[in-house]
Nanobody, 125 residues
Framework: QVQLVESGGGLVQAGGSLRLSCAASGRTFSNYDMAWFRQAPGKEREFVAVIRWSGGSTSYADSVKGRFTISRDNAKNTVYLQMDSLKPEDTAVYYC??????????????????WGQGTQVTVSS
């Protein structure tokens, strides 16, 4: 089992920044690819960003490319999502997720076995 706990959400004005953290425990963190997803009210959960176990490869949704940065610190068992130039449409509950590392970086929720409880991000206009 892998336990994931997100933190860092909050209320921010458009154009501002937030940094989300996801602390992992329970298994060897460096064996897992880590991803961020988000879900707005009335919408399906959508992919935001993913990072390979080594940190050597990343992928982003087009809607956040150039504004968000995913990173990880395997020594601290933590993955981060730096969010800059936030827009009201970024408002959602943000979830981190983990899956055993594979050759392909997965961007759909059904590939991920472990999920955090989510953290709310609200961007005001």
């Amino acid at each position: 089992q892998v336990q994931l706990v997100e933190s860092g959400g909050g209320l921010v004005q458009a154009g501002g920044s937030l940094r989300l953290s996801c602390a992992a425990s329970g298994r060897t963190f460096s064996n897992y690819d880590m991803a961020w997803f988000r879900q707005a009210p009335g919408k399906e959960r959508e992919f935001v960003a993913v990072i390979r176990w080594s940190g050597g490869s990343t992928s982003y949704a087009d809607s956040v490319k150039g504004r968000f940065t995913i990173s990880r610190d395997n020594a601290k068992n933590t993955v981060y999502l730096q969010m800059d130039s936030l827009k009201p449409e970024d408002t959602a509950v943000y979830y981190c997720a983990a899956r055993r590392s594979s050759v392909v970086l997965r961007t759909t929720p059904n590939y991920y076995s472990y999920w955090g409880q989510g953290t709310q991000v609200t961007v005001s206009s």
